[in-house]
């Protein structure tokens, strides 16, 4: 099963960094962020529960489950996300999948915070290299300005990222099935959203304005959830935090060549200094670094 994990790794990143170019073609026929976000999570959870029902597996979950549902889903898949869609119309679909490649550097600075385990020299350097690339490309939106602000404000994302991944695989509860485990936090980000949608009057209808887009994010939400769970699952947040490389990648190749984004000079300046702290903490890892945490995750699963 081990052999699976690489494969996975790069399946669901690639997928993952489609996320944020629909999104803006969303954006952009005047979806509301909620009701997108609503979709996400609704493609994921309603073929995760079929598949369950079908194999008479369908159970609601009770105590540290139930727990962990929640959490999970209220970080990653409500907070994430929203702060993802929202920011998307401002800083574009590049910019936030440039954001996606900080999460393992976010995950990493997590981890050392919380003891897990401390970073050497060469993954301190990461982190500063990494963050130092956010910066810039946030300055890119030009001075104190509404972007520059939505560009900072997207930082979040990456933060609550790391987040779930440090939480889920800690409180992975034991025994758990990653489609049961997926199919129960997407719901509790449906329940979210949908409340969200009906308290703040927000035009579901603005859908019919991108069916086929629509329709394309309900299937990749279908495809990417079961894999990104059970590659929680075999490689525990260090390897999880490393989709964020792939989903980067994915992203800024989508918005440069079928959205007609653009980077300036200090964009691609920062994405190079993000790079190479991605560089730096994946060398720090093989010298040892989360290496050994990764191991001792993959040995409580």
């Excluded at 489950?65 to 998307?88: C, E, K």
């Excluded at 260090?238 to 984004?261: I, K, P, R």
């Excluded at 000079?265 to 790079?275: D, Q, S, T």
Aim: charged share 5%.
């Amino acid at each position: 099963m081990m052999r699976l994990a690489p494969v996975l790794l790069i399946y669901v990143g690639t997928l993952t960094g489609m996320n944020a170019p629909l999104g803006k073609l969303a954006a952009s026929a005047g979806v509301p962020a909620p009701v997108w976000a609503l979709v996400v999570s609704a493609g994921a959870s309603l073929p995760l529960f079929a598949w369950l029902a079908l194999r008479a597996r369908l159970a609601l979950p009770r105590g540290a489950t139930a727990r962990y549902v929640v959490l999970a889903g209220g970080i990653t898949f409500v907070a994430a996300n929203l702060v993802l869609f929202l920011a998307l119309p401002h800083v574009g679909a590049g910019h936030m999948g440039l954001m996606f490649a900080l999460s393992p550097l976010f995950t990493l600075a997590l981890a050392s915070a919380l003891r897990m385990q401390a970073p050497g020299r060469i993954g301190l350097w990461g982190l500063a290299l990494g963050f130092a690339g956010a910066v810039l490309i946030a300055l890119t939106r030009g001075g104190v300005s509404q972007g520059m602000l939505w560009s900072l404000a997207a930082l979040a994302m990456p933060a609550l990222l790391a987040a779930g991944n440090v939480y889920r695989s800690l409180a992975w509860p034991e025994g758990g099935d990653p489609i049961a485990l997926a199919a129960w936090s997407h719901l509790v980000a449906v329940g979210v959203f949908a409340a969200a949608i009906v308290v703040m009057g927000l035009p579901v209808g603005a859908l019919a304005q991108v069916p086929l887009v629509t329709g394309t994010q309900i299937l990749l939400s279908a495809i990417t959830f079961p894999a990104f769970f059970l590659l929680q699952r075999l490689g525990g947040p260090v390897m999880l935090s490393q989709l964020g490389y792939v989903a980067a990648a994915s992203g800024v190749l989508v918005a440069v060549t079928v959205l007609d984004e653009a980077f300036g000079p200090l964009a691609w300046v920062g994405a190079g200094l993000i790079a190479l702290g991605v560089g730096f903490t994946v060398q720090d890892q093989r010298q040892g670094g989360l290496a050994a945490e990764s191991r001792r995750a993959i040995g409580r699963t």
